[in-house]
Nanobody
Framework: QVQLVESGGGLVQAGGSLRLSCAAS????????MGWFRQVPGKEREFVAR????????YYADSVKGRFTISRDNDKNTVYLQMNSLKPEDTAVYYC???????????????WGQGTQVTVSS
C-alpha cells in the first residue's frame, strides 16, 4: 500500500521558516517525480515545487522561487520542502504527491498525502 505522510506544518510568523517532510512507502519511487502542492479553501490546488526522485532535478513555482527548496533523502525515502522567508500568502494546506511525469498539474500525480497545515501570521 502506497503511503505519503506529510509532517512539519504549523504556525509561524512572517519571515520565519518551516521544513515539511514527506515520508514515502509502499513502492519504489525511482523514476517518479515528487511534488509539493498547496491549497486554500475555495481555490484550486496550486503547484509549489517538484523533484525528480532519480536525478534530483528541481522546478519551482515563480511565487516560491528563491525562498523554498525541495530535496530528498534516498536512505530515508523522504522528500523535504524547506520554506524560508515565509509570507502570509503562503498560508495553505500543503500536500506531497508522486507521479510519473514532470508536471505542474495536479491531475498528473497518482499518489497524495493527507496534507499538513501551514499558517503564516503577519
Amino acid at each position: 500500500q502506497v503511503q505519503l505522510v506529510e509532517s512539519g506544518g504549523g504556525l509561524v510568523q512572517a519571515g520565519g521558516s518551516l521544513r515539511l517532510s514527506c515520508a514515502a512507502s509502499g513502492r519504489t519511487f525511482r523514476g517518479y517525480f515528487m511534488g509539493w502542492f498547496r491549497q486554500v479553501p475555495g481555490k484550486e490546488r496550486e503547484f509549489v515545487a517538484r523533484l525528480s526522485w532519480s536525478g534530483g532535478s528541481t522546478y519551482y513555482a515563480d511565487s516560491v522561487k528563491g525562498r523554498f527548496t525541495i530535496s530528498r533523502d534516498n536512505d530515508k525515502n523522504t522528500v523535504y520542502l524547506q520554506m524560508n522567508s515565509l509570507k502570509p500568502e503562503d498560508t495553505a494546506v500543503y500536500y506531497c504527491a508522486a507521479g510519473p511525469r514532470p508536471s505542474v498539474g495536479s491531475s498528473w500525480y497518482d499518489y497524495w498525502g493527507q496534507g499538513t497545515q501551514v499558517t503564516v501570521s503577519s
